[in-house]
């Protein structure tokens, strides 16, 4: 899908988060990227709000830095407008759970007349006390745009509990459930790729296929995020949200009506979420932490020396499972579903196993499909060519989203219903894991973890 944006948008962001590993290491990215490709111009003014107590030009000088050092400036003009887009950010430290920070928002000179979006890229523990003071201090009028990070709760029951919260306050149609995998191209790809064409279209069958693993490797640790990470671990920040999605996108059915629509996708996606709950009994699961070891003659810390760390945690920072969705399609065929920190390499990928027949007999007969650092396709040894793949002409991720937000449109975001269902799952899996005593198994970073 190429992405032509001839109005030029402006707008007000409000970002809760703004010094968070998230933000950092994506959000500014993004926005730069917009800013600079003139699809949000210079009426755009980022209130960015954390605990830390900062001057605006530190904290300006600090994304300055971050912005530069991720290569977006190759010339004179880039440079001069990443410095008009780093006079467009503004600073403020307050504590969100202070209902009279809250105040010091209203100072700003948020300039009214712009679109508001509001950011939460905080744990979803405090979201709902964020809406409550924004409500009580009457900051935001109910058409502001709210975009809501992942996991959103920790399990079936919090999940609910603040999906219903935000709801008395905002509209549905104005909340925005962020999964920044559903903006990568070739996720955007995998529906066309699946049910346009025909080839895939007829080989996409049970029929043909022994087995699916779906792989999310990092190969980055924790950084500094281990109070966020050990109270939600691998399987909660990757598997509840990414790696579903990825699972439902591959497994659901053309709609009966061969309607590719937004409301069909998400009816096709509920209905593979309950087949999966359904077929629970048949999951395996081996988890794993990660250990220091040497990369590039530097020693990196295990998990368990990482910055602020307690030294019993059990936090897995890997997890596997295998498991099944017993329905009519792929009734027989296991799933292999991993992901992991501080692993080999990066790699985002899907591979799909398929059947020797009489000619040929070799069992390594697949259908690869690489997210990132590679984006590509690949049927045994050939690559299949992606016209639609020209990087210059596409947002990606969290910039491909952020402008969808700006225009409303709520066509790859992540509904309520998915979220409940993909919790329903992550709930049993983790009872079974407790049940079984699985023992943890440490792996050395970088290496391909407990099933390497
Ligand atoms: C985020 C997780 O959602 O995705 C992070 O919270 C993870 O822990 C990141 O590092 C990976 O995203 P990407 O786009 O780099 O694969």
Same mark, same amino acid.
């Given at each position: 899908m190429k992405i032509i944006v001839k109005n030029i948008t402006s707008l007000s962001l409000i970002m809760f988060g703004a010094l968070g590993d998230l933000a950092l290491r994506k959000l500014y990215n993004s926005l730069f990227i917009l800013y600079k490709k003139n699809i949000i111009n210079k009426k755009i003014n980022i209130l960015c709000l954390a605990r830390k107590v900062e001057t605006l030009n530190t904290f300006r000088y600090t994304i300055y830095k971050r912005l530069i050092k991720a290569n977006y400036i190759n010339n004179k003009r880039d440079l001069v407008k990443l410095i008009n887009f780093?006079?467009?950010?503004?600073?403020?430290?307050?504590?969100?759970?202070?209902?009279?920070?809250?105040?010091?928002?209203?100072?700003?000179?948020?300039?009214?007349?712009?679109?508001?979006?509001?950011?939460?890229?905080?744990?979803?523990?405090?979201?709902?006390?964020?809406?409550?003071?924004?409500?009580?201090?009457?900051?935001?009028?109910?058409?502001?745009?709210?975009?809501?990070?992942?996991?959103? +709760?920790?399990?079936?029951?919090?999940?609910?509990?603040?999906?219903?919260?935000?709801?008395n306050i905002y509209f549905e149609r104005s909340i925005f459930r962020i999964?920044?995998?559903? +903006?990568?191209?070739?996720?955007?790809?995998?529906?066309?790729?699946?049910?346009?064409?025909?080839?895939?279209?007829?080989?996409?069958?049970?029929?043909?296929?022994?087995?699916?693993?779906?792989?999310?490797?990092?190969?980055?640790?924790?950084? #500094?995020?281990?109070?966020?990470?050990?109270?939600?671990?691998?399987?909660?920040?990757?598997?509840?949200?990414?790696?579903?999605?990825?699972?439902?996108?591959?497994?659901?059915?053309?709609?009966?009506?061969?309607?590719?629509?937004?409301?069909?996708?998400?009816?096709?996606?509920i209905k593979i979420l309950k087949d999966l709950n359904n077929s629970f009994l048949t999951v395996d699961i081996k988890y794993g932490q990660y250990i220091s070891n040497k990369f590039k003659n530097k020693i990196f810390n295990g998990y368990l020396e990482e910055k602020n760390s307690n030294k019993n945690s059990s936090t897995e920072t890997f997890i596997y499972i295998k498991t099944k969705i017993n329905n009519f399609h792929w009734y027989g065929i296991p799933f292999f579903l991993m992901s992991g920190k501080r692993l080999k390499q990066k790699l985002s990928q899907i591979k799909i196993y398929l059947k020797k027949n009489s000619l040929n007999n070799d069992l390594n007969n697949k259908l690869i499909i690489n997210l990132q650092p590679k984006e590509d396709i690949n049927l045994n040894k050939f690559k299949i060519k992606q016209m639609s793949l020209?990087?210059?002409?596409?947002?990606?991720?969290?910039?491909?989203?952020?402008?969808?937000?700006?225009?409303?449109?709520?066509?790859?975001?992540?509904?309520?219903?998915?979220? #409940?269902?993909?919790?329903?799952?992550?709930?049993?899996?983790?009872?079974?894991?407790?049940?079984?005593?699985?023992?943890?198994?440490?792996?050395?970073?970088?290496?391909?973890?407990?099933?390497?």
């Open positions: 780093i006079n467009c950010l503004y600073y403020l430290n307050i504590d969100f759970t202070t209902l009279t920070h809250f105040k010091f928002i209203k100072n700003q000179n948020l300039k009214n007349n712009l679109s508001k979006l509001v950011y939460f890229a905080v744990s979803s523990n405090i979201f709902k006390i964020i809406c409550k003071y924004l409500n009580l201090n009457k900051q935001l009028t109910k058409t502001a745009k709210i975009i809501l990070e992942k996991p959103i +709760g920790c399990n079936l029951k919090s999940s609910i509990n603040i999906n219903n919260y935000i709801n999964d920044h995998y559903l +903006g990568k191209r070739q996720v955007k790809n995998l529906l066309s790729l699946r049910f346009l064409n025909p080839v895939f279209y007829m080989l996409w069958k049970k029929k043909y296929i022994t087995h699916i693993v779906i792989n999310l490797a990092e190969h980055l640790g924790i950084e #500094d995020r281990w109070g966020y990470f050990d109270k939600t671990g691998q399987l909660r920040d990757m598997v509840q949200n990414h790696l579903i999605q990825l699972l439902s996108m591959i497994t659901i059915c053309i709609p009966k009506t061969k309607q590719i629509s937004v409301k069909n996708i998400y009816k096709e996606k020209n990087k210059n002409n596409y947002l990606d991720s969290y910039d491909f989203l952020i402008l969808e937000v700006i225009k409303g449109k709520q066509d790859w975001f992540v509904s309520k219903e998915e979220i #409940d269902y993909s919790w329903r799952w992550i709930d049993k899996v983790i009872h079974i894991w407790k049940q079984k005593n699985i023992p943890i198994f440490y792996y050395k970073s970088f290496t391909w973890g407990p099933i390497g």
